[in-house]
């Protein structure tokens, strides 16, 4: 009897074990994913986690109801702005959504930082989805209209002394909300071997006509 005890104990020792190692390894994807809990942004947008949201070409034209007074996009629309890291310029976006729903650009960046001089070539491709609503700490807008879009980008490094230069590539996601003057606002995230990211912020300029509509 004392016997079966011990076993009986010893069992549920491996299962408690087992559970707090299933918990450990949880909290870790969690935090791998996410950051830190509880201190994640909700409202975050993290475009590598919505790729679902970029489509095939039979997925196209993209329906626009315009329902709830979502933004329609029925002619070709330019959007342009500088891109900004730190508060600092990082050169100039222009992107570029069709009438069917695609949407497509360019990144262009030059800077020195501190004794070497970058240079980035980015060229994107994704598509509207109006199915998305924006949602921040203020609450929900139904008639922002969000894409995505997703690419590559060339970066040069070279040092300023020796002018040795040295290229690589990565994934870039440039994503948006257009509201319904078009004008527009969203994040631009070059992401990096180690995983992680580097965030930029871009904004047309609402004190001007900042999307050029052509016929």
């Known amino acids: 009897?004392?016997?079966?005890?011990?076993?009986?104990?010893y069992i549920m020792l491996v299962?408690?074990?087992?559970?707090v190692i299933l918990a450990i390894l949880y909290m870790i994807d969690l935090t791998a994913m996410f950051g830190?809990?509880?201190?994640?942004?909700?409202?975050?947008?993290?475009?590598?986690?919505?790729?679902?949201?970029?489509?095939?070409e039979k997925d196209f034209p993209i329906l626009q109801t315009g329902k709830k007074g979502k933004v329609v996009i029925s002619e070709q629309t330019k959007?342009?702005?500088?891109?900004?890291?730190?508060?600092?310029?990082?050169g100039n976006i222009e992107i570029t959504i069709d009438p069917n729903g695609k949407a497509y650009g360019r990144w262009n960046c030059a800077y020195q930082y501190p004794d070497s001089g970058y240079t980035i070539v980015a060229e994107f491709a994704g598509n509207i989805d109006p199915t998305k609503i924006y949602e921040d700490k203020t609450g929900k807008n139904k008639q922002l209209l969000y894409f995505i879009t997703k690419g590559n980008s060339q970066q040069t490094k070279t040092d300023i002394k020796t002018n040795n230069q040295l290229t690589s590539e990565e994934?870039?996601?440039v994503v948006g909300w257009i509201q319904k003057d078009y004008s527009a606002k969203g994040k631009l995230f070059l992401m990096t071997e180690e995983g992680g990211n580097a965030e930029y912020?871009?904004?047309?300029?609402?004190?001007e006509p900042n999307a050029v509509k052509n016929k």
Do not use: C
């Open 1 to 9: 009897m004392q016997r079966e005890n011990h076993k009986n104990g």
């Open 15 to 19: 299962l408690l074990i087992g559970v």
């Open 36 to 56: 830190p809990i509880g201190k994640t942004d909700i409202y975050a947008e993290r475009p590598w986690f919505e790729e679902k949201r970029l489509l095939d």
């Open 79 to 90: 959007l342009t702005s500088s891109a900004q890291h730190n508060n600092e310029n990082r």
């Open 171 to 173: 994934v870039i996601y």
């Open 201 to 207: 912020d871009w904004q047309t300029n609402q004190s």
